[in-house]
Each structure stands twice: as structure tokens, then as C-alpha cells.
């Protein structure tokens, strides 16, 4: 992998950084350079707002609170038909609670409608009360269970979408369709914190995997790693959980 490198766009980290979401960067990071690729993260925030997506290998956008994300939804929809053209041109895109929530067409706050990027034919509309735990995911992706950790009121309904996984333990989407997240083109939504990749690596490495076919015609796959340490901390939630 000599002289192959990633472009890591981190969109917003001034404001959207809940529970550890800049943890997903790190885990990218690492997981590309044990094998000696190259990862440059690139950070476009709220005062520097100017940065140009087109060299963009994956985009990562996180969560926030109501607040924030109306701050960034406008900040992106200066952006919006840069970020569509970059994922229907395969681009890889992870988005984590807020981010998912500004994929779709909108949000409805208890007191305002923050309108989406429409990316995703999605939308949320505020609960009640907040759905928070951890959660366990069955997806067709992997083998191993998903697992991470929720909190948010929205509901987000995904009309046709494929999402991520079936929920086997927690809330999920909606806290009634039985599902989590969302799985489009390269893009990857969710609502786990945790933060989520360094506890599923088969995930990380998928996400990564995605942009470097993207990019190099000749990958063909990574060496593997020795994910022990991560591959116990996924199973002792999986185990906990699913009361094995």
C-alpha cells in the first residue's frame, strides 16, 4: 500500500462531537496507517466554511443538539449540491445522529423544522421522550453483531431505505420499526455513538474499504489486523445484551 493515502474530511467538529464521535476519526486514522496508508483529516468548520469536497475520500459528519445542528444545516446547504453530487458518484459519507437526521428531507424539532439536505429520502419528526441505551444491530453487511450506543428524541422514519441492521437490543430508528440506520450508495447513517468504529472494526474497515476500490483500481483488500482487544469489547456488549 506504499503511497496510497486517504483524504478524511471531518465536517463541523467545532459543533457536532457528542459522546465521543471524534473517535470514529481516530479509528480511521489508525486502522489506514498499521497497514501504511496514509490518512489526512482535513477539518471544515464553522469559521472556515470554504474547503472544497472534491478531493474527498470520506466525509464524516457527527452529532450535535437541536442548536447546533440548525447552525450546520445551514453551513451545509451552502454545500448541498456538492455533498449530492459526491455521493452519487460513490463518495463515502458517514454520519452519525445529527448528520444522519440532516441527510433527510427534514427535522422537526419541538419548536422548529430544520430543513435537510434531502440526500436520503428520509425524515424525523421529535418524540416524546428520548430513546438512550446501548444497542445491538444483526446486519447483512457482517458477520459480527454491531453494536454502540444511542440518544436522541428524533424519530426517523426511512421509507424504502435498506437500513443498516435489525435491532436485536435497544431502540433503533424509531423505537418501533425494529431497525437502525440507513445504507445507501457508500453512505453509512446511523444514530451509535460510543464512538462507534473502534467497537466495530468490520465496519471501519468496510468504510474504509469502500473508498479505497473508490480510489485505487488496484486494491484488492486489506491485510488483516489483530482486532482482539476490539473484537472482545463488541462481544462482551453482544453477550451482556443478548444475555448469552
Keep these: 500500500m506504499v503511497n496510497k493515502e486517504l483524504n478524511i474530511v471531518h465536517l463541523y467538529p467545532d459543533l457536532l462531537n457528542l459522546y465521543g464521535?471524534?473517535?470514529?476519526?481516530?479509528?480511521?486514522?489508525?486502522?489506514?496507517?498499521?497497514?501504511?496508508?496514509?490518512?489526512?483529516?482535513?477539518?471544515?468548520?464553522?469559521?472556515?466554511?470554504?474547503?472544497?469536497l472534491e478531493k474527498a475520500d470520506i466525509i464524516f459528519v457527527g452529532g450535535g443538539s437541536d442548536r447546533e445542528q440548525e447552525i450546520v444545516c445551514e453551513l451545509l446547504l451552502k454545500k448541498k449540491d456538492e455533498l449530492i453530487?459526491?455521493?452519487?458518484?460513490?463518495?463515502?459519507?458517514?454520519?452519525?445522529?445529527?448528520?444522519?437526521?440532516?441527510?433527510?428531507?427534514?427535522?422537526?424539532?419541538?419548536?422548529?423544522?430544520?430543513?435537510?439536505?434531502?440526500?436520503?429520502?428520509?425524515?424525523?419528526?421529535?418524540?416524546?421522550?428520548?430513546?438512550?441505551?446501548?444497542?445491538?444491530?444483526?446486519?447483512?453487511?457482517?458477520?459480527?453483531?454491531?453494536?454502540?450506543?444511542?440518544?436522541?428524541?428524533?424519530?426517523?422514519?426511512?421509507?424504502?431505505?435498506?437500513?443498516l441492521g435489525k435491532v436485536l437490543y435497544g431502540h433503533g430508528n424509531t423505537g418501533e420499526s425494529g431497525y437502525e440506520g440507513v445504507v445507501y450508495k457508500n453512505i453509512i447513517a446511523t444514530y451509535l455513538h460510543g464512538p462507534l468504529l473502534p467497537k466495530n472494526p468490520m465496519l471501519c474497515d468496510h468504510i474504509l474499504g469502500c473508498a479505497m476500490r473508490r480510489k485505487y483500481e488496484d486494491f484488492n483488500g486489506f491485510a488483516a489486523l489483530d482486532d482482539t482487544l476490539e473484537n472482545t469489547a463488541n462481544k462482551y456488549i453482544e453477550d451482556r445484551f443478548l444475555k448469552k
Excluded at 23 to 50: F, P, Q, V, Y
Excluded at 85 to 97: F, H, M
Excluded at 108 to 130: F, P, V
Aim: charged residues 20%; glycine residues 14%; aromatic residues 8%.
Design 85 to 163: 453530487n459526491y455521493v452519487e458518484n460513490g463518495g463515502v459519507l458517514v454520519a452519525v445522529c445529527g448528520g444522519y437526521q440532516l441527510l433527510g428531507k427534514y427535522y422537526q424539532t419541538a419548536n422548529s423544522k430544520i430543513e435537510g439536505l434531502g440526500i436520503l429520502d428520509i425524515y424525523t419528526d421529535a418524540g416524546d421522550t428520548r430513546l438512550i441505551g446501548n444497542v445491538v444491530l444483526e446486519s447483512e453487511l457482517f458477520e459480527q453483531k454491531i453494536t454502540g450506543f444511542e440518544n436522541h428524541a428524533g424519530r426517523t422514519y426511512i421509507g424504502n431505505h435498506t437500513p
Design 21 to 52: 464521535d471524534k473517535g470514529n476519526i481516530a479509528c480511521m486514522e489508525h486502522r489506514l496507517k498499521w497497514r501504511g496508508i496514509g490518512a489526512n483529516i482535513l477539518a471544515c468548520t464553522n469559521k472556515d466554511n470554504s474547503m472544497n
